[in-house]
């Protein structure tokens, strides 16, 4: 009789299990680490055909929860159904976000009325009715949870940040770590195309007519660690996918990745975490000898556009974020980093603007993404060792560096002292032109404000209603013109032939080879990559030459096939074996 119970039970009907998207993605991350389905199946009460279903849905499960603002959406949430007005779905959220990254406290019936002027701007037809069901279930959606911000401080608190500081050195001390494995990241503005004002007028004109200063940004996110011996390759974030200007570009000297509006956003800021930042962590344990699963820390201030602490976690290398409101008293790229790196961006931009035959206006349209890609690139490149190590003092007590003094004061004067010597060759730039040159009127006032033209952005720019809307349509439409827009191929002025640059490296290498400048090192320099320069043109020239030629062969094989069948229609089937060696 005991025999008879297995089967039974056996063949009763299991009950219907709806598991939340928490339980979903659990379910993902133990398939992951190799635990087997039937344990899975067992403890969940759900068949294998569901468990096939949750592991094909991995992809979007995580993209949700990167996008939510609390776990609550996870925990309740049962589908991925989309709402039947995504769009306005889409606009509102996004207008919630920003409201809440100004420090805005947003109501139900906040929502439920900006909802309904959304819907009236957009122009939509579709019946929807603006009730408590209808917000509950956009609350549900996107993970909103009832905020308290009475209390929450748009100005810097230097008491949270008092006590942060003895937190971080106790956590420190704790683990045992060195400055080697402790790294800071932040995003930043750049309007990449931005000139002084005064440039952009003759010099008989008081402004000139009819010309708009250019707006258009990147976001850069810069990280290093403490030390100041290792600096992450830059995250660009752009408007477009793929931007003509990288067209035939093998390598960029940055991480470029793509957004509607350029700004970074909890998915991009997830993928580089975890493809960019833990390899090249590891990487550089793997160079300075320390074992690959040291442990390591990234530092970062409380943005909306961050994951979870949780979600920022590979092994040993782990996310702590600041406190609200005191990213602006400790944070590290905000002691100077960032500055020092945009002075160099301006420095050398401002140094292609001199050298440029043509007027100033041509020269903002010729200036394209790669140039500022490249140059952003140079800039990181160029801020010192000293600098980043430095802009730890205020978080981490100087005594952990022997070379450096922990005088706040010495601090202070020496980030003054590194932005002074970069106006100091930006102004003999300027003074080094031509009087009759538009750069030759700047004063020290207007490049120092120059300087920090997309600073205040970063903090008081805030987007219309129209703006939201035209932004959340735009991203949309992005994936299906993008390419149309943005991959045309070159035209045959753009092409460079293998005859060209080797012409153009021949003069340069003239050029350096007659300038006292260059020293016989850098002269050395260019021609071994000339030498490397000229086999890979003759490597590539050569398989050019055995294609066509393969080419010519074939075609002559056809032609005389052809010439065969049309003559003796009556062999038309027979073989013909050729040689073609």
């Not at 106790?170 to 002084?196: G, M, V």
């Amino acid at each position: 009789m005991a025999s008879k119970i297995p089967a039974k039970s056996k063949g009763k009907k299991r009950k219907r299990v709806v598991l939340t998207l928490k339980q979903k993605i659990d379910i993902c991350t133990r398939l992951e680490k190799g635990e087997n389905r039937n344990v899975l199946m067992q403890e969940y009460n759900v068949g294998s055909s569901t468990i096939y279903d949750i592991k094909a849905q991995k992809g979007q499960l995580l993209k949700f929860f990167a996008s939510c603002e609390s776990n609550k959406a996870v925990e309740q949430r049962r589908t991925l159904h989309t709402p039947k007005l995504e769009q306005l779905d889409s606009v509102l959220y996004e207008w919630f976000l920003l409201k809440r990254s100004e420090g805005a406290s947003i109501s139900g019936p906040m929502l439920i009325e900006k909802a309904k002027d959304f819907y009236k701007q957009m122009q939509l037809t579709e019946p929807c009715a603006f009730s408590d069901g209808w917000l509950s279930c956009f609350k549900l959606r996107h993970g909103i949870r009832k905020l308290d911000v009475s209390g929450e401080q748009k100005s810097a608190d230097h008491e949270a940040a008092e006590k942060y500081c003895e937190f971080f050195r106790n956590l420190i001390a704790e683990h045992d770590l060195s400055p080697e494995q402790i790294y800071n990241a932040d995003e930043t503005c750049l309007f990449w195309r931005c000139l002084p004002n005064s440039t952009v007028a003759g010099a008989s004109e008081s402004r000139a007519a009819g010309f708009k200063q250019n707006k258009d940004r990147l976001t850069v996110l810069t990280c290093a660690n403490a030390a100041g011996l290792h600096k992450i390759k830059l995250l660009v974030i752009g408007k477009y996918s793929h931007p003509r200007a990288f067209k035939g570009v093998a390598h960029l000297p940055v991480v470029y990745k793509a957004q509607g509006n350029s700004w970074m956003n909890k998915e991009i800021f997830y993928d580089w975490f975890h493809h960019v930042f833990v390899a090249a962590v590891k990487e550089h344990f793997r160079k300075i000898s320390l074992p690959e699963d040291s442990k390591a820390i990234l530092l970062l201030d409380n943005c909306r556009a961050h994951p979870h602490e949780t979600e920022l976690v590979s092994g040993n290398i782990f996310t702590i974020f600041l406190p609200a409101s005191v990213a602006s008293l400790i944070q590290p790229m905000d002691q100077g980093i960032i500055q020092n790196m945009k002075c160099y961006y301006r420095r050398d931009f401002l140094r292609k603007l001199i050298n440029h035959e043509g007027t100033i206006q041509d020269f903002q349209s010729l200036y394209n993404i790669k140039d500022a890609v490249f140059n952003v690139a140079c800039a990181w490149n160029s801020v010192k060792s000293e600098t980043l190590r430095r802009a730890w003092i205020k978080l981490w007590p100087s005594v952990m560096f022997a070379e450096v003094s922990s005088d706040e004061d010495e601090f202070e004067s020496f980030k003054v002292r590194v932005r002074k010597n970069t106006l100091a060759q930006i102004l003999e730039m300027v003074k080094d032109t031509p009087p009759s040159h538009p750069i030759n009127k700047l004063h020290e006032s207007e490049l120092e404000e120059w300087v920090e033209a997309d600073k205040e952005v970063e903090v008081t720019h805030t987007l219309t209603d129209t703006e939201i809307i035209a932004n959340v349509l735009k991203t949309e439409k992005s994936k299906d013109t993008d390419k149309d827009s943005e991959e045309d191929d070159f035209s045959e002025e753009d092409k460079i032939t293998w005859g060209k640059a080797a012409s153009a490296f021949d003069t340069i290498i003239k050029f350096a080879e007659r300038q006292p400048c260059y020293t016989a090192q850098e002269v050395m320099q260019l021609h071994i990559l000339h030498s490397t320069f000229m086999q890979k043109r003759q490597k590539t020239c050569k398989q050019a030459d055995i294609r066509k030629l393969g080419k010519k062969t074939a075609s002559r094989v056809c032609h005389r096939v052809s010439t065969d069948s049309a003559q003796s229609p009556t062999h038309s089937t027979s073989t013909m074996i050729i040689d073609v060696d």
